[in-house]
């Protein structure tokens, strides 16, 4: 006997009863993008392996553990599922030459894919809004993009999410920084968990991400890449914090704070929440200047963020935050040859009108056809018989107020449903 096929794990099907929570979340997010001056772009979801391994680092756990990679037997190229959308991001911007003597703010939305072990707000396919400035240098879009999230939260009615940043600085005070690390988890070797044995060498900077709570008190005395930086690195980070404390943002400095993409320098922060247990992280970014030279363009000042939009919904459903409706506005309920004639351009009408409708398929009795219309969520009923047709009208009746039902022609009844919207 043959199974029932099933979706892949951690990959999750969106069922109707949820799409208006993700459909209020996206049309919230291009408006707030709008507002910012963002353009859209969509970039594959499936890229060259090349692209992650030189952008994101060779010994990053997404690299080495979690990309969802094979090989074209077409042409024998390596391919990957996209894990995060900013390497994309960029190669599309190099590739069609957006940087030409041009900055740009650039935003997308879509799925992205890695092998990781699914629990709530972690999945193998999960869904990102990543935003991208390209070309700007300062401190200031940096602070923007702190500021423009926070404003996102206030849009969505979202509270209880609070902001940590930090600063890795240069490339030289990083490469100093990572000297010392070294040094000192070599000294300590015996308490260092498999996965820091593993990134001692290679990626050392991770281990003070750690999650192991016998490591905390290690890590909490290795030497501080704050002990490292440069005046200017100090000058850019101060300046971060003078734009947000202008701005009125909360925030607080977390120098374990490093993030596991390689491409990062400077300013780098996170949105946090306690509300999703061990999945609190909501959006985080930073600057990467250096990726756009590292895939091949000139040297062009970048910074961006992402953030988890199951998590988001999450956060949504867990505070309550209403949603709008999306049922249709009209259900059209038809028996007859004439009537169902006549209700196909009855509907076409309403439609022109501006209102959302279904017209019924499928036959079946006035009461049944009445019952799918009430279990439609539609806030009115249409209905058409012989008689409605052959004079050019429609009874309208009211399905979620206590209302008359009133015989009308199209126009008419358009009118009143818009009246009560």
């Keep these: ?47 060259r392996t090349e692209l992650f391994v030189r952008s994101i680092g060779e010994v990053t756990d997404i690299v080495e553990k979690e990309m969802y990679t094979f090989v074209d037997t077409l042409n024998g190229e390596s391919l990957t599922l996209r894990p995060e959308g900013t390497a ?20 997308y939305m879509g799925p992205m894919f890695r092998h990781e072990r699914p629990q709530k707000g972690r999945y193998r396919q999960f869904h990102q809004v990543g935003v991208e400035s390209l070309g700007f240098a300062g401190p200031d879009m940096d602070v923007e993009h702190i500021v423009m999230t926070a404003d996102l939260w206030k849009r969505l009615g979202l509270e209880g999410i609070r902001l940590e940043i930090n600063t890795l600085g240069s490339a030289a005070a990083r490469a100093r920084h990572r000297a010392k690390l070294i040094a000192w988890f070599e000294q300590h070797q015996d308490q260092l968990d498999e996965d820091a044995q593993r990134r001692l060498h290679s990626n050392p900077l991770r281990i003070l991400d750690t999650k192991n709570p016998a490591m905390q008190a290690l890590v909490e005395a290795a030497p501080r890449l704050m002990d490292e930086l440069e005046p200017e690195d100090l000058a850019h980070f101060e300046a971060v ?42 959006c985080a970014g930073g600057r990467y200047d250096g990726l756009v030279t590292q895939m091949g363009g000139k040297e062009t000042p970048a910074c961006g963020f992402a953030m988890g939009v199951e998590r988001l919904l999450a956060l949504l459903e867990e505070a309550q935050v209403a949603v ?16 169902s004639r ?80």
């Design 324 to 339: 709008p409706d999306l049922a249709p506005d009209v259900y059209v309920v038809h028996q007859g040859e004439a009537a």
């Design 1 to 47: 006997m043959s199974t029932t096929l099933q979706a892949v794990r951690g990959m999750n099907d969106v069922l109707p009863v949820d799409a208006p929570r993700w459909e209020f979340f996206e049309s919230c997010v291009r408006e707030w993008l709008r507002a910012y001056g963002y353009q859209p772009i969509r970039m594959p979801i499936l890229e």
């Design 241 to 282: 914090q003078e734009l947000l404390r202008a701005a009125g943002i909360s925030y607080s400095i977390n120098p374990r704070l490093v993030r596991g993409l390689d491409y990062y320098n400077y300013t780098v922060f996170e949105w946090v929440t306690d509300r999703l247990g061990a999945q609190g992280t909501v």
């Design 342 to 421: 006549f209700a196909w351009q009855a509907s076409m009408q309403l439609r022109q009108h501006g209102l959302n409708v279904v017209l019924h398929c499928g036959g079946g009795s006035f009461k049944s056809q009445m019952k799918k219309a009430d279990g439609s969520g539609a806030a009115f009923a249409v209905i058409i018989g012989d008689n409605e047709a052959e004079n050019g009208q429609v009874t309208l009746k009211p399905l979620r107020e206590l209302g008359e039902q009133a015989l009308v022609d199209v126009t008419e009844a358009a009118r009143l449903i818009h009246e009560q919207k």
């Design 88 to 107: 994309s991001c960029v190669r599309a911007a190099l590739q069609h030459n957006l940087l030409y003597n041009a900055s740009q703010r650039l935003y």
